[in-house]
């Protein structure tokens, strides 16, 4: 089996994945409730896989997905006010097709760049629990390992992520130094044939606040790139 169909099987897999109550219940819920402006919609209210070529040279790794964002769409950071920011950057520095993410239909295209998560299912509060982010690290982990024999470097988003990926990097086979490399925005760490940045979240909170803006989101995101041999 090829890696991009051996990606797409794994895709199909995580899609199914119901390890954690809480997060079926609540990705469930939110997809029956629903929010008033999407109420025409017909939510994904899955676990949202991975998007991207399955020869990527370039991970962005996330949180997880948004409640009325990924979990609604059913592709990661489409839908909403992170992926918003996140697309327009990867646009900006030529990494993707268009600007905006809106639906898993709008023709969006990824240029050698993957976007994934550590927990796969929308969290109450966007908060996963310690257990809810181990027991889903098997999916990162099989799925780094696929990315394996083309990926040169990954952008994780935020501190969750920056702990959750490291013991999936780990795992994967890009041994991680001990002790383990902080968190900063601009962290840039060599691992074996892999360079790993850390980026603030490009949650609301962040972006609203300037605490992450335009210009610093493109910044490491143009690193990354070159990192990965992809300008």
């Not at 550590?118 to 982990?141: G, S, Y």
């Not at 609203?208 to 990965?228: I, K, S, Y």
Request: net charge positive; with cysteine; glycine share 10%.
């Amino acid at each position: 089996m090829d890696h991009s169909s051996a990606l797409a099987r794994l895709d199909r897999r995580v899609s199914e994945c119901r390890a954690c109550p809480r997060l079926v219940e609540w990705r469930e819920e939110v997809a029956r409730t629903k929010r008033a402006a999407f109420a025409d919609w017909t939510y994904w209210g899955r676990p949202v896989p991975g998007f991207g070529p399955a020869d990527a040279r370039l991970a962005i790794i996330g949180l997880a997905p948004a409640a009325h964002g990924g979990n609604r769409t059913g592709r990661m950071f489409t839908g909403d006010r992170s992926g918003d920011v996140l697309y327009q950057a990867l646009y900006d520095v030529g990494l993707a097709s268009q600007p905006t993410a809106v639906s898993a239909a709008d023709g969006l295209e990824l240029y050698g760049v993957r976007v994934t998560a550590p927990v796969h299912c929308a969290p109450p509060a966007n908060k996963p629990t310690p257990t809810e982010r181990d027991t889903c690290r098997p999916w990162l982990v099989q799925e780094l390992r696929l990315l394996r024999p083309t990926l040169r470097a990954a952008v994780v988003l935020g501190a969750f992520g920056w702990q959750a990926a490291l013991p999936a990097l780990d795992e994967a086979g890009w041994p991680v130094p001990r002790p383990r490399p902080a968190f900063g925005h601009g962290t840039r760490v060599a691992l074996d044939g892999l360079d790993l940045f850390g980026c603030f979240h490009v949650s609301q909170r962040n972006t609203f606040t300037g605490r992450l803006t335009p210009a610093m989101l493109r910044e490491v995101l143009r690193t990354a790139a070159d990192a990965a041999g992809l300008r």
